[in-house]
């Protein structure tokens, strides 16, 4: 997560990008429908309309998708409210005893596929168990941004607040996690593409409630045209999410 | 801390401040700083960039300590505005003015607001606003506060030419109607001569005070006009002093 990710992403606007991929399948339908010859590797247009109606219908896709939505924005707003809620007390650590932050050094090179596949073994098809691993990430990644983003804090902000009688504590919470919110909360567009797939290989390894296990039985299955109608409706969904995401950044964090 | 003259608000007395660098030397940032700043006094302390001069504005308001020698103050209350801007950006104006103030008085604060001149800006928020408009917030938050010494570390820099002299008018105003003591450290001559009543000259390497001038002008009225006689000779003699004693060392002259 880094500062520019919000700016540069938004330098195309939302509109935009929308009648892109809107140009992108019209292209695709033109030359898959009705100008090239049917391939294997890329299913008809038609086919994948067929393959929705049946995953709609046969495989409940919408109690699917809503599972893995709630989670993934359940656990988005959870996770940076929990942030917020705790900011304090993990810039006091920062700040007051960096050696602490130092002991998550080893578990940044473990792959979260390694902790999904644990989660799994550990509790196996469980709603409950999917949540904590996602907050967990989402938390673990915001924490991993604040430690980033707080190594420099505004030097003119800590002594005005210091100058004006703050104690460390309130220093901590009402100026420099003020100052850092629009530099971490910049990154939660890739933060949440990122839980997007991590939460789809969780369910693809567990083939747990989710899309993520509509992805297994559609692989099961080799079943081509269920695997592009599912990429592009997920494609279509985080591109609508960012989009809310971007909005509500720029609205909450208006002074950046 | 005990107690000083009474026209004396702040005693500095050989104070020194050393630090460990990069390499692991002992680095003498300022010695033998001896200084007193007067009550409803405008005090500046001119010196070359690297002098030191911030580290020795934030140890007089308490933000800082020395390595060796003694401060007295008679528990004044002292306000710090640094370099940068510090106003906070996710506050109004308002809000940027009672920070940290759980009761305060509307009417004072409107008074204040207007004083500052940011009347019919109570509400609005200081990002992508000018360095002036900023600052004007810090001096009213300074006065809410009922600071006895406003300590101001260079701020003037970066500010566009008519934006410093509003704000050099309206400093000495404030200073004037309020009867607060102000401290500012700067490197440029002639705002030092145009706002203070005492200059100390600072060296650098290590930083020190060489020497004070009490500033008065015959004519208060021409104060702020920089080619006036008075002006004109206490910037010589100031130019002269430092060429004299250091001419290596440059300090901006330019207004």
Redo the contacts between chains.
């Keep these: 997560m880094n500062k520019n990710s919000v700016q540069n992403s938004s330098t195309i606007k939302p509109t935009r990008q929308l009648s892109l991929v809107a140009v992108f399948i019209f292209i695709y339908i033109i030359l898959f429908e009705f100008v090239l010859v049917p391939v294997r590797f890329f299913p008809k247009p038609s086919i994948l309309f067929e393959s929705f109606i049946s995953l709609w219908d046969t495989y409940n896709l919408a109690v699917l998708l809503f599972s893995t939505t709630s989670i993934i924005y359940i656990t988005l707003l959870l996770g940076s409210l929990i942030l917020t809620f705790l900011a304090k007390y993990l810039l006091k650590i920062i700040y007051e005893y960096p050696g602490l932050m130092n002991l998550s050094i080893p578990f940044k090179y473990l792959s979260i596929f390694f902790f999904a596949l644990l989660f799994n073994l550990w509790f196996s098809d469980s709603l409950t168990a999917e949540f904590i691993f996602a907050i967990l990430v989402v938390l673990s990644l915001l924490i991993s941004a604040l430690n980033r983003e707080s190594q420099n804090p505004?030097?003119?902000?800590v002594?005005?607040?210091?100058?004006?009688?703050?104690s460390s504590e309130?220093i901590y919470g009402?100026?420099i996690w003020?100052?850092l919110?629009p530099s971490i909360f910049s990154g939660l567009t890739k933060l949440h593409v990122s839980l997007w797939m991590i939460i789809l290989i969780y369910e693809f390894v567990g083939q747990n409630e989710g899309v993520g296990s509509l992805y297994y039985a559609a692989y099961s299955y080799n079943d081509i045209a269920a695997v592009f109608t599912l990429g592009i409706l997920i494609s279509l969904l985080i591109l609508i999410g960012n989009m809310i995401i971007k909005y509500l950044y720029q609205k909450i964090f208006?002074?950046e | 801390m005990g107690v000083v003259a009474i026209n004396t608000i702040l005693n500095i007395e050989n104070l020194t401040k050393d630090y460990i660098d990069s390499t692991g030397h002992i680095v003498h940032l300022l010695e033998d700083i001896y200084l007193n700043i007067n009550k409803e006094e405008f005090t500046t302390i001119l010196a070359p960039t690297g002098a030191g001069k911030s580290s020795l504005l934030k140890i007089i308001a308490g933000l800082e300590t020395s390595s060796s020698g003694k401060i007295e103050d008679n528990s004044i209350k002292k306000i710090f505005i640094p370099t940068e801007s510090s106003s906070f950006p996710w506050l109004n104006v308002k809000e940027n003015i009672l920070f940290n103030i759980s009761d305060s008085n509307d009417t004072e604060l409107q008074e204040i607001i207007n004083l500052v001149g940011l009347e019919g800006y109570k509400n609005h928020y200081p990002n992508n606003k000018s360095l002036g408009f900023r600052f004007r917030i810090s001096l009213a938050r300074a006065m809410i506060n009922e600071a006895n010494l406003i300590v101001i570390d260079e701020p003037f820099t970066k500010m566009r030419d008519e934006v410093r002299k509003g704000i050099y008018l309206l400093l000495r105003k404030i200073q004037n109607e309020k009867k607060i003591s102000v401290v500012l450290g700067t490197s440029n001559i002639s705002e030092a001569i145009l706002l203070s009543d005492k200059i100390f000259l600072m060296d650098k390497d290590p930083g020190r005070i060489m020497d004070s001038f009490e500033i008065q002008f015959a004519d208060p009225i021409r104060r702020n006009i920089s080619n006036s006689n008075d002006f004109t000779d206490y910037r010589e003699r100031i130019k002269t002093y430092l060429t004299k004693i250091n001419p290596s060392k440059i300090i901006n002259v330019s207004l």
């Design positions: 505004k030097e003119e902000y002594l005005t607040a210091k100058s004006l009688g703050l309130e009402k100026v003020k100052d919110q208006f002074w």
